[in-house]
């Protein structure tokens, strides 16, 4: 079949494959949403105003619009993301499970911090015994910090009261004598609370021990003067406290096109020098989190040549499961390889004998030709010897200039042959030329 009888065929499949494409990239388009749903914090929470930088950023750099979604705690962010209900959330994992999640990069550190009223006679941890102190809701993140520095210290949450009222209580009247309040720095009601003065800080002097314990949580240094206060700076002195990190988590099965916009926002000029502790956490881990699984998004961002040589090192156990399946295929191919090439040979051998009977062919019609002419003594027969001798001699050239066998001896022994013959009869011809002038 020739290329201009196939040419309707080949519009007819360009059409449809077009037709095809256009479908399935419609139907990708329409199957991919543009809204990034964000879990954050309580409302007026540092986390929730990270929450809000963050969707301006992300929605000034990418086409996405983002929603953001009160949280109660690291518990109902964890529920939201299981859930479908957001893409990424803000959470601890010191005081939540993170089975099926993957962290992004942490976005805020927050400090455990138990703050009292100055006039309470509260000093030390052993002080707060009998006192009334909110440790927050069963589930939130505030309780499960505070219980976990309350048990190393050997003081049982029952032997607390008011435990269970709101540490935003603590402006509003005299129902509580403190609160553990687990909450950056940079929170806006804890530097509320510290700035009327009638507030302190406790420090953590078993910070060390709690940190060793607990695989999520750390052990640092408030410096002093951290927050302002009618009463002079607080803390009056360098306090030892146990942190935490906030992160931003997604699922494992999470696009990856969410992600690489979430970090490319992250790590804009902007942002990052709005909260350094990112870039200095890239710098620090190169986007590992210790015992945490990063998004494989996020790992191609932190690392990209690490996760091509993981993904070489995964094609080299693959590739050593199936090794004597690859072998039997690599014998098959050698084998394959040769019979091919016994093959070519053959054909090629074939090709050659077929070539060389030709011209042997060829050769005996010349001899034939000769013992033909050596007979003949009539003028016009001879003639017709001598085209014929001729057409022999042409049609040798043509079979070994196809089958380049200009050089091979057989051919030039027949050329040879050819002009003999070919000689023999011109002489001859000749002669009865001149014989037949003479009698004329």
């Not at 200039?401 to 001896?409: C, E, F, K, R, Y």
Request: aromatic share 8%; with cysteine; proline share 2%.
């Amino acid at each position: 079949m020739s290329f201009y009888n196939l040419r309707p065929f080949l519009n007819w499949g360009l059409m449809i494959a077009a037709i095809v494409g256009v479908i399935y990239i419609g139907y990708s388009q329409g199957n991919s949403s543009n809204i990034m749903r964000i879990a954050t914090g309580e409302r007026g929470s540092y986390l929730h105003e990270v929450g809000k930088e963050l969707k301006t950023a992300i929605e000034n750099h990418s086409d996405y619009k983002v929603e953001l979604i009160l949280s109660k705690g690291s518990v109902f962010n964890r529920g939201t993301l299981q859930s479908g209900q957001a893409e990424v959330a803000i959470l601890s994992p010191a005081v939540t499970d993170m089975t099926n999640l993957t962290v992004v990069a942490p976005i805020a550190k927050n400090y455990v911090q138990v703050i009292v009223h100055v006039d309470s006679k509260i000093d030390v941890m052993e002080d707060l015994v009998g006192h009334r102190i909110a440790l927050g809701d069963i589930k939130s993140d505030h309780r499960k910090n505070a219980v976990t520095l309350l048990n190393h210290y050997q003081i049982e949450p029952k032997t607390l009261r008011n435990t269970e009222i709101s540490h935003l209580d603590l402006l509003e009247g005299r129902e509580l004598d403190g609160a553990i309040i687990t909450a950056s720095e940079k929170d806006a009601y804890v530097r509320k609370l510290l700035a009327s003065g009638n507030f302190k800080l406790l420090g953590t002097d078993a910070y060390e021990g709690i940190a060793a314990t607990s695989a999520f949580l750390s052990g640092q240094v408030m410096n002093a003067g951290t927050y302002p206060s009618v009463a002079g700076p607080q803390p009056k002195e360098w306090l030892p406290m146990v942190t935490t990190d906030s992160l931003l988590v997604t699922r494992v099965d999470a696009e990856d096109a969410v992600i690489e916009t979430l970090l490319n926002t992250l790590f804009t000029k902007s942002f990052a020098k709005q909260y350094p502790l990112i870039s200095d956490w890239k710098m620090k881990t190169s986007g590992n989190w210790p015992a945490l699984e990063s998004h494989k998004a996020a790992d191609r961002y932190f690392n990209p040549y690490l996760t091509l040589k993981d993904s070489i090192f995964r094609a080299m156990l693959v590739l050593w499961t199936y090794k004597w399946v690859l072998l039997c295929i690599v014998v098959f191919l050698i084998s394959a390889r040769s019979r091919w090439k016994d093959h070519k040979v053959r054909v090629a051998e074939s090709l050659r004998q077929s070539r060389q009977q030709r011209i042997e062919k060829l050769i005996e019609d010349i001899n034939q030709h000769e013992q033909l002419q050596a007979d003949t003594k009539d003028y016009r027969m001879l003639m017709t010897r001598l085209a014929e001798a001729r057409k022999i001699k042409q049609e040798g050239i043509s079979v070994a200039a196809t089958h380049d066998m200009s050089n091979s001896q057989i051919f030039l022994a027949f050329l040879q042959q050819c002009d003999h013959v070919i000689q023999d009869i011109q002489w001859k011809l000749s002669i009865g030329m001149s014989r037949h002038s003479d009698a004329v």
